[in-house]
């Protein structure tokens, strides 16, 4: 199969058109890049207009005839050839005894046939493209590999531990030495998320660790790269994402064009920002004149859960008051989409220069806040006439894709993100689901498939990830007990010290190293105290550690030597090969049960290879009874597929309510155990209590099965 990827770039359209009807009827295996990639030479940028890499041809550069000389011709496929041999002899797989493994043709395309009279001069056209490509040496798929890793700009990402010294081959410090040398490819749809830019909104939905922030950091790297001239946006929810959108964004910056990007144009910027630091709302508010408000201000008028939205709101109004927001992007790309308000999207909009280019890239289940994931009609309002700006995402064929689906998790193991998905649904919860996907054909989308039943409302199904949706060497190198366990605790104090036991061998016995290691918090109110207790519990086994963002920086999770302890917020775009929740208890509520387990289910999905799901007493038992179901299971999703009115009833139980809502309903339910426990001791006989009461609250509960 073919994948065809069209970059953003500025190129003969009668051509390209023509090139890819033509391969599209010749059944090779590979990719084809158009406008990709850019490359540096030695004293300017080369976009190469198209590249085949494929099983069947090897490397094929093309070049577009638009009317030049044969002399420019040739003077063009030499350049295109320097910077593509460049760009792969920089690659040491691709080196065997000094020499570059693999052969690289160049030939020039046209929609209609042309001749050359210099046989070092490749031309090609429809007819003649089969028989001009059967001359190019086919390669291995290994070679393939090889060739995609650098053309794709990748290769740095690999980790710069080398994990020398590990004197165990089956350890878990040499499982991960193994995953971590595997060669990187970006597989078709994250291809197509980093490199197509179409002339609007696009919008990337995607699994925990199919890559999101990798797509992002790659595509502001390339659209800056490709349009130095553009003032480009990078925002997000986490402010610990700020230094990895940094590092990744540098790194394939100097992969493009060898030098550090310019970062007056390319800014990263927290959604919100702070007094020490810009952000997209602060410059946008204060380019238009409208005052910048801080947290100190939000959360004198605001709810918790509400207080980036409600001064996003008031932006909102303002700029509108305004009549016409200032054009200060040319593109802005938001990872974290499902943790920040409706509001901020509009102004992001309003604020992007024609043609509105806005990247918005989430996971619905790690939506730690109180928004919800609108659709694009909703999350970019409308014009004064009422039509929606953004009334959808519907895509012309031979064009920039603008909504695209990452289905594969490079992060989490197979068991494990089945066992997140089962929690985060409510798939084996007692009372049923408290979530649901609105569209049901999302499943398969990001990677299940139907092992029984028929996928339709009202149907029993049973799901299981299927073969391609991970990598091959998780299967390989790990196995399900291992890599999804849970321990239940009688009292606090008797998980810490069992966690503390467990990475003192981690890093003992298992040769991992404390940047290995994450300890996830659900409950970021209760935080600092729980971590300062995790702390002294590793004290005693002379382990150092830190909370992060409170005894270390707010910017980076991790630093050498010492284990990282963190709320959910702070670990949320984070992972690591070995992760402990703790106080996992937190995820069975009565209230707001759906946001309460996409915090467990996002502080699993942290895990790369192993992770330790702790907690105490029966909220406790509760979810080992769940993940047990998914063992029982062989980790299949074994549910019933809700009718459209189970949605609504869905939607109605678990919706995300106002704290003052909910200090009222825990009010109600008081109330009602205090009268009870009165009936029950005999301190109020049910004879005083008015006949209407008794046929209502008997009514009520017997028409009810709501509740958590």
């Not at 986490?238 to 030098?259: G, P």
Request: hydrophobic share 40%; glycine share 6%.
């Amino acid at each position: 199969m073919l994948d065809i990827i069209i970059a953003p770039v500025k190129a003969n359209m009668l051509a390209q058109n023509s090139l890819i009807a033509t391969l599209q009827t010749l059944n090779l295996n590979g990719t084809l890049y158009v406008g990709y990639p850019i490359l540096a030479s030695a004293d300017h940028m080369v976009t190469i207009n198209a590249l085949l890499t494929t099983l069947e041809h090897g490397v094929v550069a093309i070049d577009f005839a638009d009317g030049a000389s044969e002399s420019v011709i040739r003077e063009r496929q030499d350049s295109a050839f320097n910077a593509v041999f460049r760009k792969l002899l920089a690659f040491k797989p691709l080196i065997v005894k000094r020499e570059l493994a693999v052969k690289i043709a160049v030939l020039t395309y046209a929609p209609s046939e042309l001749k050359s009279n210099d046989p070092e001069v490749l031309l090609a056209g429809p007819e003649s493209l089969a028989s001009t490509l059967a001359e190019f040496a086919p390669i291995s798929p290994e070679m393939l590999t090889y060739v995609n890793a650098a053309i794709q700009q990748i290769s740095t990402i690999k980790p710069a531990n080398k994990r020398e010294g590990l004197a165990k081959a089956d350890s878990r410090g040499a499982i991960m030495q193994k995953i971590e040398r595997e060669i990187a490819n970006l597989d078709k749809w994250q291809k197509t998320a980093a490199i197509e830019c179409p002339d609007g909104p696009q919008r990337i939905r995607g699994l925990a660790g199919s890559g999101k922030t990798i797509v992002l950091a790659l595509k502001a790297a390339f659209l800056h790269s490709a349009n130095p001239e553009w003032d480009i946006a990078v925002t997000f929810h986490s402010r610990a994402l700020y230094q990895q959108f940094k590092d990744l964004i540098r790194r394939f910056c100097y992969e493009y064009k060898n030098d550090e990007p310019d970062w007056t144009k390319l800014k990263i910027l927290h959604a919100w920002g702070s007094a020490r630091q810009a952000g997209v709302y602060s410059e946008i508010a204060a380019q238009n004149d409208i005052d910048v408000r801080d947290v100190s201000y939000a959360r004198e008028r605001f709810i918790y859960e509400n207080m980036f939205g409600g001064v996003c709101d008031e932006l909102l109004t303002e700029l509108k008051k305004k009549g016409n927001a200032k054009e200060l992007f040319d593109a802005v790309l938001i990872d974290e989409a499902q943790d920040l308000p409706r509001s901020f999207f509009e102004a992001c909009f309003l604020s992007a220069r024609p043609p509105k280019r806005v990247v918005w890239a989430y996971d619905e289940l790690q939506n730690l806040g109180s928004y919800s994931m609108a659709p694009p009609a909703e999350l970019f309002g409308s014009k004064e006439n009422g039509e929606a700006r953004v009334p959808n995402l519907n895509e012309t064929p031979g064009t920039a894709r603008r909504d695209i689906v990452l289905p594969v998790c490079y992060r989490n193991t197979p068991w494990v993100l089945t066992s997140a998905h089962a929690i985060g649904f409510g798939i084996y919860r007692p009372k049923g689901l408290v979530q649901f996907f609105d569209d049901p054909s999302l499943w398969q989308e990001i990677g299940y498939k139907v092992t029984e039943g028929q996928f339709e409302p009202g149907n029993q199904v049973a799901l299981q990830r299927s073969e391609n949706s991970y990598p091959s060497y998780f299967s390989e190198l790990l196995n399900p007990a291992d890599s999804m366990s849970w321990a239940r605790f009688s009292e606090p104090e008797e998980q810490y010290r069992w966690i503390a036991r467990q990475i003192q061998g981690n890093l003992e016995q298992d040769e991992l190293q404390h940047t290995d290691i994450l300890i996830v918090i659900p409950d970021a109110l209760s935080s600092k105290h729980v971590g300062g207790r995790i702390i002294a519990a590793l004290d005693e086994y002379d382990i150092s550690a830190h909370l992060a963002g409170v005894t270390s920086s707010v910017d980076r999770l991790y630093q050498p030597g010492s284990v990282a302890i963190s709320s959910i917020f702070r670990a949320k775009g984070n992972e690591a090969a070995m992760v402990y929740v703790v106080n996992s208890e937190y995820a069975v509520q009565s209230f707001q049960a759906s946001k309460a387990r996409n915090v467990l289910f996002t502080a699993i999905t942290r895990s790369r290879a192993w992770v330790r799901v702790c907690g105490c007493g029966e909220g406790m038992d509760a979810v080992v009874a769940e993940l047990q179901q998914v063992a029982n299971a062989a980790y299949q999703l074994r549910f019933q597929v809700p009718t459209a009115l189970q949605l609504e009833k869905i939607r109605r139980i678990h919706r995300d309510m106002p704290e003052q809502d909910i200090a009222r309903q825990k009010t109600a339910v008081k109330n009602a155990e205090q009268l009870i426990a009165m009936i029950e001791s005999g301190e109020l006989s049910t004879e005083t209590l008015p006949e209407t009461f008794l046929r209502r609250f008997q009514s009520a509960f017997g028409a009810t099965d709501d509740s958590e």
